[in-house]
């Protein structure tokens, strides 16, 4: 019998492996370059052996989308088996993939780019990984498409991601900040808390890291009505004190209906390096 609705991502939704197998996610992997070597995000090289790579390396990588060609054999075996495939993707300002699926979509017959649907969720890492859950866990309660549409426009429309490097040395190799400002911030422990909508944004430079909890939970109180329900997901990439301590602050001012833990992948870690934490969330129901 044919089932409803197929679920696809790209790995920069950096969605843990047990809500992949829980919900049955579809990830395409965007492409890793590290000098002429190229590798399959999460398929080649996993985010241990990325990271690791990039500290020890003097080349910078580069990461590049999925074809369209990919998107479109996938597209064409899942509708083999599903009613509809929805496609959610990282911010179009922030990544080419969600064009790939597009154009891999008007592909088909106009029957069949009917069944398809592509959508920009607007932001990236575990900010767009939430959204496919608000998406998998709509198609768990056996809702039809048009639901689960707008299951995933509220969440869009409610979602955050903001997160602080642990260092401004990749910023820096990047070409994102000069020589001088990250210099500077070094000398006087200066981290950007930067934010994620549509593109990445710093929203304010802190000075120490003792002092960044209570900015995030701010900035959060400014969009979060106080009594609305959340879902969250802490990230943590090799910073746990810090981690947990705005884990305790996020429950202990937010009403959590559910809350995750992931890391940030190779996507966004490519450009602010191995070390950072933050917080995603969206509003529930």
């Given at each position: 019998?044919?089932?409803?609705?197929?679920?696809?991502?790209?790995?920069l939704?950096d969605?843990?492996?047990?809500l992949?197998?829980?919900?049955?996610?579809n990830?395409?992997?965007?492409?890793?370059?590290?000098?002429?070597?190229?590798?399959?995000?999460?398929v080649?090289?996993?985010?241990?052996?990325?990271?690791?790579?990039?500290?020890?390396?003097?080349?910078?990588?580069?990461?590049?989308?999925?074809?369209?060609?990919?998107?479109?054999?996938?597209?064409?075996?899942?509708?083999?088996?599903?009613?509809?495939?929805?496609?959610?993707?990282?911010?179009?300002?922030?990544?080419?993939?969600?064009?790939?699926?597009?154009?891999?979509?008007?592909?088909?017959?106009?029957?069949?780019?009917?069944?398809?649907?592509?959508?920009?969720?607007?932001?990236?890492a575990?900010?767009?990984?939430?959204?496919?859950?608000?998406?998998?866990?709509?198609?768990?309660?056996?809702?039809?498409?048009?639901?689960?549409l707008?299951?995933?426009?509220?969440?869009?429309?409610?979602s955050?991601?903001i997160?602080?490097?642990?260092?401004?040395?990749?910023?820096?190799?990047?070409?994102r900040?000069?020589?001088?400002?990250?210099?500077?911030?070094?000398?006087?422990?200066?981290?950007?808390?930067?934010?994620?909508?549509e593109?990445?944004?710093?929203?304010e430079?802190?000075?120490?890291?003792?002092?960044?909890?209570?900015?995030?939970?701010?900035?959060?109180?400014?969009?979060i009505?106080?009594?609305?329900?959340?879902?969250?997901?802490?990230?943590?990439?090799?910073?746990?004190?810090?981690?947990?301590?705005?884990?305790?602050?996020?429950?202990?001012?937010?009403?959590?209906?559910?809350?995750?833990?992931?890391?940030?992948?190779?996507g966004?870690?490519?450009h602010?390096?191995?070390?950072?934490?933050?917080?995603?969330?969206?509003?529930?129901?």
């Amino acid at each position: 019998m044919t089932k409803k609705i197929a679920l696809v991502t790209d790995s920069l939704s950096d969605l843990t492996p047990e809500l992949i197998e829980k919900y049955d996610v579809n990830i395409v992997p965007i492409n890793i370059h590290f000098g002429e070597e190229t590798f399959k995000d999460r398929v080649d090289i996993t985010d241990e052996e990325f990271f690791s790579r990039l500290r020890k390396s003097d080349i910078m990588p580069k990461t590049s989308q999925p074809t369209p060609y990919e998107f479109e054999t996938l597209f064409r075996r899942l509708l083999e088996k599903y009613e509809h495939v929805l496609s959610l993707h990282i911010s179009i300002k922030l990544s080419g993939t969600v064009q790939s699926a597009i154009l891999a979509r008007n592909s088909f017959s106009e029957a069949d780019k009917a069944r398809i649907h592509v959508i920009d969720t607007l932001t990236g890492a575990m900010g767009e990984g939430l959204i496919v859950h608000a998406a998998a866990e709509e198609i768990e309660k056996g809702s039809g498409i048009e639901d689960v549409l707008a299951r995933v426009k509220r969440a869009i429309d409610t979602s955050g991601i903001i997160w602080i490097p642990g260092s401004l040395k990749y910023l820096h190799k990047n070409g994102r900040i000069g020589g001088a400002s990250a210099w500077i911030g070094a000398i006087l422990n200066i981290k950007p808390l930067i934010g994620c909508k549509e593109s990445v944004y710093t929203i304010e430079k802190i000075r120490g890291l003792k002092n960044s909890v209570p900015k995030f939970i701010d900035y959060m109180k400014s969009k979060i009505d106080p009594s609305t329900r959340i879902f969250a997901c802490i990230i943590n990439n090799n910073m746990p004190v810090q981690a947990k301590e705005l884990e305790e602050a996020v429950k202990a001012n937010f009403k959590i209906a559910k809350l995750f833990h992931a890391g940030m992948g190779a996507g966004i870690g490519s450009h602010i390096g191995p070390d950072t934490f933050g917080v995603a969330w969206y509003a529930a129901e």
